[in-house]
Nanobody, 116 residues
C-alpha cells in the first residue's frame, strides 16, 4: 500500500525557516521523481519543486527559487523541502506527490503558516 506522510510544518515568522519531510512507504522512491506542491486558501494547488529519481535534476517554481531546496535520501525513502526566508505568501498546505506506476499518490499535507 503506497503511502506518503508529510511532517515538519508549523508556524513561523517572516524570514524564518522550516524543513518538511515526506516519508514514503509501500514502494521504493529510488526510481521515481518526487514533487512538492502547495495549496493556499482559495487558490489552486501549485507545483513548488520536483526532483528526479537520482536527484540530479531539480526544478522550482519561480516564486521559491533561491529560497527553497528539494532533496532526497533514497536510503531513508524520504524527500525533503528546506524552506528559508519564508514569507506570508508561502502560507499553504504542502503536499508530497509521486506518480507511481499508473497512479498519482498524494500525502495528507502539512500546514505551513508564515505570520508576524
Amino acid at each position: 500500500q503506497v503511502q506518503l506522510v508529510e511532517s515538519g510544518g508549523g508556524s513561523v515568522q517572516p524570514g524564518g525557516s522550516l524543513r518538511l519531510s515526506c516519508a514514503a512507504s509501500g514502494f521504493t522512491i529510488s526510481i521515481y521523481a518526487m514533487s512538492w506542491y502547495r495549496q493556499a486558501p482559495g487558490k489552486e494547488r501549485e507545483l513548488v519543486a520536483s526532483i528526479s529519481s537520482a536527484g540530479g535534476s531539480r526544478n522550482y517554481a519561480d516564486s521559491v527559487k533561491g529560497r527553497f531546496t528539494i532533496s532526497r535520501n533514497n536510503a531513508k525513502n524520504t524527500v525533503y523541502l528546506q524552506m528559508n526566508s519564508l514569507q506570508p505568501e508561502d502560507t499553504a498546505v504542502y503536499y508530497c506527490k509521486v506518480d507511481y506506476r499508473t497512479r498519482t499518490y498524494w500525502g495528507q499535507g502539512t500546514q505551513v503558516t508564515v505570520s508576524s
